[in-house]
């Protein structure tokens, strides 16, 4: 099996996980909402992309002149349907519509004419000669770069300079595999408009395997990886909001009648203290914050770092880590006991409990209640 070959295995074989994919998600995910919608049609017509692509190098285009000379541009429309699922993903859907009128009636266009040109080929050019319309496929695809390019380039300022925009997304995001993908994209847009120019020169197809390798491998990625970061920050939004709006509670660690059983040996003024340390994190809901420090708290309290450590470790029974992640697992508990959050992931739950990725969440849980996060969701 040559390179070749190769390439085209992972193109019918991307295609194939493409449609595969877009099943998945129309039947099976939960929340099925315009971003899903919008990156499900980047996946298809990356796919409808691809697969023509395919059929045209294995010769499996019917002899028809008409349907053996309609290639449709479906690339055209990757980049406006990427833009608008950026938008939806970063809230700012009003940014996207202009953009998706204007791919839609370009087109239109082109497919108008497309027919019409090789109407005109099929019945009024002798011997149905069809250099006219390589011709006119030639500059098509030129034009199309450079709208496509144009999207790219308005998709990429978006998610790395309008960070007046995005900002309220950048608090459940960091959206790095955005900002990754805009990095792969535009070594795909230079393979392409490489494979254009070479392809203008001496009519070579070589060139664009680069790009179809490329894009069988940008399928994978921005499909699996789109729809799993966007069910998180949807999962994070609802369960942000409902944590704020006081939907889950969370029970003090912290017992008034160890406190009272404890005044002869302890200070009593400690004690206060303490509980004073307890209630400004609890009810201020500080232990949600993945970045809390010790440092900050004891400065907002008015209190040396090393006597806010000792009020800690004497009366929580933990050190200030270990104090803050009880917390965090307690409220993670009440959400993984409550139905109305059954169907939501893992990460988000943890994210929003305030730890910073899933591999901590399940340590300090299992640490705290001896099973893993699944485990107590299955058994409350």
Excluded at 2 to 30: C, D, E, P, W
Excluded at 69 to 93: G, V
Excluded at 301 to 307: A, P, V, Y
Excluded at 309 to 332: C, G, P, T
Aim: include cysteine.
């Amino acid at each position: 099996m040559n390179l070749v070959s190769v390439i085209n295995f992972f193109l019918i074989a991307g295609v194939v996980q493409g449609f595969t994919f877009i099943l998945i998600t129309i039947f099976v995910k939960k929340k099925f909402q315009k971003a899903i919608v919008f990156l499900n049609l980047v996946v298809f017509f990356i796919s409808l992309n691809n697969l023509q692509a395919w059929l045209i190098e294995y010769d499996f285009i019917p002899s028809n002149f008409f349907i053996s000379k309609l290639q449709l541009p479906w690339y055209l429309l990757i980049f406006p349907m990427f833009y608008a699922f950026s938008t939806h993903f970063l809230r700012i859907e009003k940014e996207v519509n202009y953009f998706l009128k204007l791919t839609l009636l370009v087109f239109v266009f082109e497919l108008i004419l497309r027919l019409s040109l090789i109407s005109a080929v099929y019945y009024y050019v002798p011997n149905r000669n069809d250099a006219l319309i390589k011709k006119y496929e030639n500059f098509e695809e030129i034009f199309n770069v450079l709208f496509c390019l144009f999207i790219f380039f308005k998709a990429s300022i978006l998610i790395f300079k309008k960070n007046d925009l995005v900002s309220p997304i950048l608090a459940y995001d960091n959206l790095n595999w955005l900002k990754w993908f805009i990095r792969f994209g535009s070594v795909l847009m230079i393979l392409w408009i490489v494979a254009v120019i070479i392809s203008n020169i001496n009519g070579s197809m070589i060139a664009y395997y680069p790009l179809r390798l490329g894009d069988s491998i940008l399928l994978y990625w921005i499909a699996y990886q789109g729809v799993y970061k966007y069910n998180v920050v949807q999962d994070r939004i609802f369960l942000r909001n409902s944590i704020e709006a006081g939907g889950v509670l969370i029970f003090p660690k912290f017992d008034d009648e160890f406190a009272e059983g404890q005044t002869n040996s302890r200070n009593k003024k400690h004690i206060k203290e303490y509980e004073v340390i307890e209630k400004y994190i609890i009810e201020s809901k500080y232990y949600l914050d993945p970045l809390l420090s010790m440092e900050k708290l004891s400065y907002e309290l008015g209190m040396s770092k090393s006597h806010f450590s000792k009020l800690i470790n004497s009366y929580s029974n933990y050190n200030f880590s270990d104090f803050i992640n009880s917390l965090r697992v307690e409220q993670a508990k009440e959400i993984l006991s409550n139905d109305e959050f059954a169907s939501y992931t893992m990460v988000a739950i943890g994210l929003e409990c305030g730890f910073n990725s899933k591999s901590t969440f399940y340590s300090a849980f299992k640490k705290f209640t001896s099973e893993t996060p699944s485990s107590y969701r299955e058994k409350h």
